[in-house]
Nanobody, 127 residues
Framework: QVQLVESGGGLVQAGGSLRLSCAASGRTFNSYRMGWFRQAPGKEREFVAA????????YYADSVKGRFAISRDNAKNTVYLQMNNLKPEDTAVYYCTADPRGWTTVAVTTVSEYDYWGQGTQVTVSS
């Protein structure tokens, strides 16, 4: 049973930084792609960033490119999302995701292409 547990959310002022963590357990994740999505109130869940566990291929949404960085620590089975220069529009619940299927641009950015989800962590950016 795959388990994903996010942490690191909170309240921060615009321009500040946060680092989210996603502790993954229950499987060997070598063949997995890991992602971060977010959902603001009244909006659909949207793609933020993804990383291939082996090889480290990375993909970002245009809205966060240059401000956010996704990484993973193989020894700790943990994926991180470093968020810098945060804006009020980044306010959302952030979800960690995982899936063993292949890597394509469509697959990594699509909610239905991920089988496993964490419970989410709230990020609030004040202006």
């Amino acid at each position: 049973q795959v388990q994903l547990v996010e942490s690191g959310g909170g309240l921060v002022q615009a321009g500040g930084s946060l680092r989210l963590s996603c502790a993954a357990s229950g499987r060997t994740f070598n063949s997995y792609r890991m992602g971060w999505f977010r959902q603001a109130p009244g909006k659909e869940r949207e793609f933020v960033a993804a990383i291939r566990w082996v090889g480290g291929t990375i993909y970002y949404a245009d809205s966060v490119k240059g401000r956010f960085a996704i990484s993973r620590d193989n020894a700790k089975n943990t994926v991180y999302l470093q968020m810098n220069n945060l804006k009020p529009e980044d306010t959302a619940v952030y979800y960690c995701t995982a899936d063993p299927r292949g890597w394509t641009t469509v697959a990594v950015t699509t909610v239905s292409e991920y089988d496993y989800w964490g419970q989410g962590t709230q990020v609030t950016v004040s202006s």
